[in-house]
């Protein structure tokens, strides 16, 4: 008699059928199982199964409509859910929340704000279903324009909401900050910035707020006055806010104690040059900061010796962005890699993370004396220094072990060379060939983490040889399109297509990520991804 998995699974015990269902199988796996059971009796017992009060999908769900009419047929409960944005049938809406909204505890409900049609009677109906969600922990509304429909009630409702974002929103009510300093008793997280409040916002209604601890915000020129917002943030930890004045930075770490997290894009257009007297204000109010990201925009308003000072007074600085160029990563992700970094000697500068425009090798060199810890740099430059050969001789004789260089312009292969002992390695580089990719593989053989992008000299062979030497490659990234040329010039038709996978797949079987976009001199462009 042969016996079928279905067998075995619906024979076990209740709780461990549940246990199965939500943490061993993803929502898209218990689909297929539905589908796949042809025995009334094993469908009857499954659905016995979902109607089982702790049989509550956790994992993160980005659902289709089809999927939601599937979760309304089978009552199926679900705790973090992605909502589509081409669901048009409100009963469907209506019904979905009604049968998993008590059990909700994260939801983007975004899309289904952002029809074109969308009226203020349409946008009360929606909040009126969201507001089932008694158990929301995280709620996210991004880029929904309310037009003026008051969102107070709806926050009221959640006693548990701890992270609440409502970044690029439109024409949300001034009494917004009210609602959410006064209404909203555990948010710890609000993101508000890009978002357009309309009406008067009065700050001096604003209630001291004891429990957010990290906020986004951007000061629009129609409310310079929300500068002031972070004030009434008397446990704020972490602040990542956009177009401040450098004055108002001051306020803020003034009046912000637990302060440990800033992020400041600085609006330069009203903000003087950093003077040796600002400086020291500006150093003297940072002292208990562990992360640090100062953007000055095309303005640069903190030369080499300011930044050389600001590291050398500010012994518990982990982490500190001085750029006014993109960065790849987000600011907070690399905070977060930093503070992840164990603080080994109290008694010396922890600096572990440091992204500079651009900074001399004789400046790096004080910087690694005094930062014994100093392990991650990063060079977002677009033109490289005079003196590359001794800035990658100083970075190759120190303790970085992972490297961000972003220099479109030439930089020498000897220079390249330089470089050793690193197991993160990012190239933005038009100057980068095979012959130098083959060296610096060769130098550094530890190499977990590496990326070369904007390289049109690199071919097929490159990636062959990093795939098989690199031992211990967890991520790979290589796009050999040159940045030069523009879009409607490129020859040729890309094409998507398993470059090379058997021999990939044989050498580093446990690759975590990998990205190629090979473009090869005939202008044909490959992917594998």
């Given at each position: 008699m042969?016996?079928?998995?279905?067998d075995?699974?619906?024979?076990?015990?209740?709780s461990?059928q549940?246990?199965i269902?939500?943490?061993?199988?993803?929502?898209?796996?218990?689909?297929?199982?539905d589908s796949?059971?042809?025995?009334?009796?094993?469908?009857?017992?499954?659905?016995?199964?979902?109607?089982?009060?702790?049989?509550?999908?956790?994992?993160?769900?980005?659902?289709?409509?089809?999927?939601?009419l599937?979760?309304?047929?089978r009552?199926?409960?679900?705790?973090?859910?992605?909502?589509?944005?081409?669901?048009?049938?409100?009963?469907?809406?209506a019904l979905?929340f009604q049968?998993t909204?008590k059990?909700?505890?994260?939801?983007?409900?975004?899309s289904i704000?952002?029809s074109?049609e969308?009226t203020?009677?349409?946008?009360?109906?929606?909040?009126?279903?969201?507001a089932?969600?008694?158990n929301?922990?995280?709620?996210?509304?991004r880029?929904?324009?309310?037009?003026?429909?008051?969102l107070?009630?709806?926050?009221?409702?959640?006693?548990?909401?701890?992270?609440l974002?409502?970044?690029?929103c439109?024409?949300?009510?001034g009494?917004?900050?009210f609602?959410i300093?006064?209404?909203v008793?555990n948010?710890?997280t609000?993101d508000?910035?890009q978002?357009?409040?309309c009406?008067?916002?009065?700050?001096?209604?604003?209630s001291d707020?004891?429990?957010?601890?990290k906020?986004?915000?951007?000061?629009?020129?129609e409310s310079p006055?929300?500068?002031?917002?972070p004030l009434?943030?008397k446990?704020?930890?972490?602040l990542?806010?956009k177009?401040?004045l450098?004055n108002d930075?001051s306020?803020v770490l003034?009046h912000?104690?637990?302060?440990?997290v800033?992020?400041?894009?600085?609006?330069?257009?009203?903000s003087?040059?950093?003077?040796?007297?600002t400086a020291?204000?500006?150093?003297s109010?940072?002292q208990?900061?562990?992360?640090?990201?100062?953007?000055?925009g095309?303005k640069?308003i903190?030369?080499?010796?300011?930044?050389l000072?600001l590291?050398?007074?500010?012994?518990?600085?982990?982490?500190?962005?001085?750029?006014?160029?993109?960065?790849?990563?987000?600011?907070?992700s690399?905070f977060?890699?930093a503070m992840?970094?164990?603080s080994v000697?109290?008694?010396?500068h922890?600096?572990?993370?440091?992204?500079?425009?651009?900074?001399p090798a004789?400046?790096?060199q004080r910087?690694l004396?005094?930062?014994?810890?100093l392990?991650?740099?990063?060079?977002?430059g677009t033109?490289?220094?005079?003196?590359s050969?001794?800035?990658?001789?100083?970075?190759?004789?120190s303790?970085?072990?992972?490297?961000?260089l972003y220099?479109?312009?030439?930089i020498y292969?000897?220079?390249?060379l330089?470089?050793r002992?690193l197991?993160r390695?990012?190239l933005r580089?038009?100057?980068?060939?095979?012959?130098?990719?083959v060296?610096?593989?060769?130098?550094n053989?530890h190499?977990?983490?590496?990326?070369?992008t904007d390289?049109?000299?690199?071919?097929?062979?490159?990636?062959?040889?990093i795939i098989k030497?690199c031992?211990?490659?967890?991520?790979?990234e290589?796009?050999?399109?040159?940045?030069?040329?523009?879009?409607s010039?490129r020859?040729?038709?890309?094409?998507?297509t398993r470059?090379?996978?058997?021999?990939?797949?044989f050498?580093?079987?446990?690759?975590?990520?990998l990205?190629?976009h090979?473009v090869?001199?005939?202008?044909?462009?490959?992917y594998?991804?």
């Amino acid at each position: 008699m042969t016996i079928s998995a279905c067998d075995v699974f619906l024979t076990l015990a209740s709780s461990l059928q549940v246990d199965i269902l939500v943490n061993w199988l993803s929502l898209m796996d218990v689909g297929r199982l539905d589908s796949a059971i042809c025995a009334t009796r094993h469908r009857d017992l499954l659905l016995s199964v979902f109607k089982e009060e702790f049989c509550v999908f956790q994992e993160a769900s980005k659902v289709n409509s089809d999927q939601i009419l599937w979760i309304n047929r089978r009552r199926i409960k679900l705790a973090d859910v992605w909502l589509p944005r081409d669901f048009d049938s409100i009963d469907a809406l209506a019904l979905f929340f009604q049968v998993t909204g008590k059990y909700l505890q994260r939801l983007n409900a975004s899309s289904i704000f952002l029809s074109q049609e969308m009226t203020e009677d349409n946008i009360r109906e929606k909040l009126t279903m969201l507001a089932i969600c008694i158990n929301l922990q995280q709620l996210q509304l991004r880029s929904v324009d309310f037009k003026s429909v008051d969102l107070g009630p709806l926050l009221s409702t959640y006693p548990q909401l701890e992270n609440l974002d409502l970044s690029f929103c439109k024409n949300v009510g001034g009494e917004i900050l009210f609602d959410i300093t006064n209404r909203v008793n555990n948010l710890r997280t609000l993101d508000i910035h890009q978002c357009k409040i309309c009406g008067e916002v009065n700050l001096a209604l604003v209630s001291d707020n004891h429990q957010i601890q990290k906020l986004y915000l951007s000061i629009a020129k129609e409310s310079p006055n929300m500068a002031a917002l972070p004030l009434h943030c008397k446990a704020l930890r972490a602040l990542y806010v956009k177009s401040i004045l450098l004055n108002d930075v001051s306020t803020v770490l003034s009046h912000c104690p637990a302060l440990r997290v800033l992020s400041a894009s600085v609006d330069t257009t009203s903000s003087p040059r950093l003077t040796t007297e600002t400086a020291d204000i500006l150093i003297s109010l940072i002292q208990k900061l562990l992360c640090l990201h100062l953007d000055y925009g095309y303005k640069n308003i903190l030369e080499d010796e300011h930044v050389l000072r600001l590291i050398a007074q500010c012994p518990n600085l982990k982490a500190l962005i001085v750029t006014s160029t993109y960065v790849s990563s987000t600011i907070e992700s690399i905070f977060d890699a930093a503070m992840q970094i164990p603080s080994v000697n109290l008694s010396v500068h922890q600096l572990n993370t440091l992204y500079v425009e651009s900074i001399p090798a004789t400046t790096l060199q004080r910087i690694l004396s005094f930062c014994p810890h100093l392990t991650t740099f990063a060079f977002t430059g677009t033109l490289i220094i005079a003196n590359s050969h001794d800035l990658m001789l100083t970075i190759g004789q120190s303790t970085i072990t992972s490297l961000f260089l972003y220099s479109y312009n030439h930089i020498y292969s000897t220079d390249i060379l330089l470089l050793r002992n690193l197991s993160r390695l990012t190239l933005r580089c038009c100057s980068l060939t095979d012959l130098i990719v083959v060296g610096l593989v060769n130098q550094n053989p530890h190499l977990r983490v590496l990326s070369l992008t904007d390289s049109p000299n690199l071919t097929k062979n490159c990636i062959l040889y990093i795939i098989k030497n690199c031992k211990y490659l967890e991520e790979f990234e290589f796009d050999s399109e040159n940045p030069y040329i523009h879009f409607s010039r490129r020859e040729g038709v890309e094409k998507n297509t398993r470059l090379q996978t058997e021999l990939i797949q044989f050498f580093r079987p446990n690759l975590k990520k990998l990205y190629i976009h090979l473009v090869e001199q005939s202008g044909n462009s490959y992917y594998y991804n």
